[in-house]
């Protein structure tokens, strides 16, 4: 666990008690001279050692914003910074203005494939688990991101015990209701309820 005031990576300066996330801990930071605001995911154990190459070869490839600000490894756990930005998210984006054009929502739907393409290149490939509304963020110039970084899993890999229940997740995989169970077909399937949700301003089931 993080105290408050620890420096993460030299710049980001934990500011507040931690939120539980899937099986990891999220913190809220602030960027020592700029002051923006970031959260910082902390994964430990088995989960840090199993995901650790796959985290240190992103790095060495260089981080894509729209998935990443910094990641900093040690010996015991990873922590992810992302960035809150000036950015809403796709939920509240809907919600206020309806559903999006055809050529918006492919905008939006091709950047999502770039993020998630990204995690299921690497080695060992990851998984985001359940794309939701509210985790894709979009800026004023329509730029996508992606918070949180979902369940953060392998591919192949099943849902930690201490992972949210997933019988309310209208984008959930069947496979991920099922079996408990998430790999990078999943990922597609969440994508493919979204670009419904963007189209439609409804999910499936409403329908």
Known sequence: ???????????????????????????????????R??????ITGQRARDLRPAFQSLAEKGLPDFLLTEVEITEDSLL?????????????VLTQNGPFSRDKAV???????????????????????????QDVLLDA???????????MLQSG???????????????????LLDQKIADVRSDIYSLGVLLFY????????EV
Not at 84 to 89: K, Q, T, V, W
Not at 108 to 133: E, F, R, T, W
Not at 141 to 151: E, M, P, Q, W
Not at 198 to 205: A, E, R, Y
């Open 157 to 175: 890999q099943k849902l930690p015990e201490t992972a949210p229940a997933l019988a309310d997740e209208d984008s959930a995989a069947p496979e």
């Open 37 to 42: 605001e970031y959260d910082v995911r902390e």
């Open 198 to 205: 963007m189209l439609s301003g409804k999910l499936p089931h």
């Open 80 to 92: 992810l910074v992302t960035a809150h930005g000036e950015a809403e998210s796709l939920e509240d």
């Open 107 to 133: 905008r939006v739907c091709g950047q999502l494939c770039d993020a998630l393409s990204a995690l299921h290149n690497l080695q060992p490939s990851l998984c985001y688990g359940v794309v939701k509304p």
């Open 141 to 151: 110039a329509g730029n996508v991101r992606l918070s949180g970084f979902g369940a």
């Open 1 to 35: 666990m993080l105290k408050n005031g620890t420096l993460v990576s030299r710049h980001y300066r934990i500011d507040g008690q931690p939120e539980n996330y899937w099986a990891d801990a999220i913190y809220s930071a602030a960027e020592e001279q700029s002051h």
